[in-house]
């Protein structure tokens, strides 16, 4: 069973950077895509990014590519989420998730294609 644990999440202020980590284990992390996700209060669990199992391609949310940077390090079984310039629209709870489909090619931005879901970390943006 794949367990998924994010962390890095807190209070900071508008315009500051922050780094989520996302660490796996009980399966084989390096062969599959991960993705993040975030949820705001009273808003649908949306997509932020994700990368291939490989860590060769991300893909952003449109709304925040340039600014969150998602990475990979599969000998530490960890994927990480830069997050720069944050916005108090940024305040959700973030998720890290697990694709489905060993060695996909291509990034889901659907949750129902990640099948292990970490319990997420809160990020608070202040003004």
């Known amino acids: 069973q794949v367990q998924l644990v994010e962390s890095g999440g807190g209070l900071v202020q508008a315009g500051d950077s922050l780094r989520l980590s996302c660490a796996a284990s009980g399966g084989t992390f390096s062969m599959y895509a991960m993705g993040w996700f975030r949820q705001a209060p009273g808003k649908e669990r949306e997509f932020v990014g994700g990368i291939t199992w490989n860590g060769d391609t991300t893909s952003y949310a449109a709304a925040l590519k340039g600014r969150f940077t998602i990475s990979r390090d599969n000998a530490k079984n960890t994927v990480y989420l830069e997050m720069n310039s944050v916005k108090p629209e940024d305040t959700a709870v973030y998720y890290c998730?697990?694709?489905?489909?060993?060695?996909?090619?291509?990034?889901?931005?659907?949750?129902?294609?990640?099948?292990?879901w970490g319990q997420g970390t809160q990020v608070t943006v202040s003004t």
């Open positions: 998730a697990t694709h489905y489909n060993a060695f996909a090619q291509q990034i889901s931005s659907a949750p129902n294609t990640y099948v292990y």
